[in-house]
């Protein structure tokens, strides 16, 4: 399994950026894929993911409202559309994957997702 992120990059507060994770090497509609980020000094957390086959999402009460994850199940690809940037919102964001539906418990640690992308950078200025 194979997970490519893009789409990071800079933005002033307000604005928006739209991060894109390709998967290859599994179907990747019957698994939990989501959208972690780390900010430096800060736990690994989940702002948005997709629980398993059925579409059900979870997101972070910090994003939501601002973000809205999304997939393409024909290109194995997942986004995160990000708007409303706040300079908290910085913090390099990883997509992650697990296998079957996660529940949200278990969506919310880290440990519980194998597969990682490299991660890309988001930073926010105020």
């Known amino acids: 399994v194979q997970l490519q992120a893009s789409g990071g990059g800079w933005v002033q507060a307000g604005g928006s950026l739209r991060l894109s994770c390709a998967a290859s090497g599994l179907t990747f509609s019957t698994y939990t894929m989501g959208w972690f980020r780390q900010a430096p000094g800060k736990e690994r957390e989940n702002v948005a993911t997709f629980r398993g086959s059925d579409g059900d999402t979870y997101y972070a009460s910090s994003v939501k409202g601002r973000f809205t994850i999304s997939r393409d199940n024909a290109k194995n690809t997942i986004y995160l559309q990000m708007n409303s940037l706040k300079p908290e919102d910085t913090a390099v964001y990883y997509c992650?994957?697990?296998?079957?539906?996660?529940?949200?418990?278990?969506?919310?640690?880290?440990?519980?997702?194998?597969?990682w992308g490299q991660g890309t950078q988001v930073t926010v200025s105020s």
């Open positions: 992650a994957l697990a296998p079957g539906r996660l529940i949200v418990s278990q969506v919310r640690d880290a440990k519980n997702f194998g597969s």
